[in-house]
């Protein structure tokens, strides 16, 4: 099956700070890549839609300006958390998918953040 | 809106024993996707199985089957022969038709696999 790359798996960064995850689609082109969250023990909740070389589509309640989403290239889109704080220390996994039709959405590893 | 429903927040089955997993759903769109994830202790989400709103069999995957019962919105989960490394935690979701669009998931069953 198609492989979708994330990085990094585990990061623990300062409050404040800014950190960027990444990714990527390794042998397909991923015309579209959702990002979710999960918080320990619950579902995962899709934080926003980002289609190649358009702005991200951000779900209801989601801070645009604070989980910053760039889909620059078919195979790869980033997601920048801005300003971390302690309540933003989540399970964030990434999805893509292709041009054609198939029936599945390839998940990356997922990264655990960690702000203290 | 779309709404997926898991009501076992956790299962227990013995080794080489079937399991079943419960999901129901709920959509007013008339074509849609069904998906089994997979997610380990490690939290990747493995693709099981997809289960296509117009498809006549049910869908099965080596030791995954789907029991999908349109009119009862209902698309169960059943494992046969179970191994300790089905030990996870299982999702079911849907989409529009055609995979594209995106996920709703339920809230998941912890499988639990024992000797």
């Known amino acids: 099956g198609a492989v979708v790359s994330q990085h990094p798996s585990r990061v623990i960064c300062k409050s404040g700070t800014s950190v960027k995850i990444e990714c990527r689609s390794l042998?397909?082109?991923?015309?579209?890549m959702f990002w979710y969250r999960q918080f320990p023990k619950q579902s995962l909740m899709l934080m926003a839609t980002?289609?190649?070389?358009?702005?991200?589509?951000?779900e209801q309640g989601v801070e645009k300006d604070k989980f910053l989403i760039n889909h620059a290239s078919l195979t790869l889109s980033t997601l920048t958390v801005t300003s971390a704080h302690p309540e933003d220390s989540s399970f964030y996994i990434c999805?893509?998918?292709?041009?054609?039709?198939?029936?599945?959405?390839?998940f990356g590893q997922g990264t655990r953040l960690t702000v203290v | 809106a779309q709404k997926i429903t898991q009501t076992q927040p956790g299962m227990f089955v013995q080794e080489k024993e079937a399991v079943t997993l419960d999901c129901t759903y709920d959509?007013?769109?008339?074509?849609?996707?069904l998906f089994w994830y997979k997610q380990p202790s490690s939290g990747e989400m493995i693709f099981l199985i997809y289960?296509?709103?117009?498809?006549?069999q049910n869908a099965t995957e080596g030791r995954y089957s789907l029991n999908f019962q349109k009119a009862r919105k209902s698309a169960n989960l059943v494992i046969s022969a179970s191994q300790l490394g089905d030990s996870a935690m299982y999702f079911c979701?849907?989409?529009?038709?055609?995979?594209?669009?995106?996920?709703?998931f339920g809230t998941g069953t912890q499988l639990k696999v024992e000797l």
């Open positions: 999805s893509a998918r292709g041009a054609g039709a198939i029936s599945e959405a390839f």
């Open positions: 042998d397909f082109q991923a015309t579209t």
């Open positions: 980002s289609n190649e070389g358009s702005k991200a589509t951000y």
């Open positions: 959509t007013s769109d008339p074509s849609y996707g």
């Open positions: 289960q296509g709103s117009y498809d006549q």
């Open positions: 979701a849907m989409t529009k038709e055609g995979g594209g669009n995106k996920l709703t």
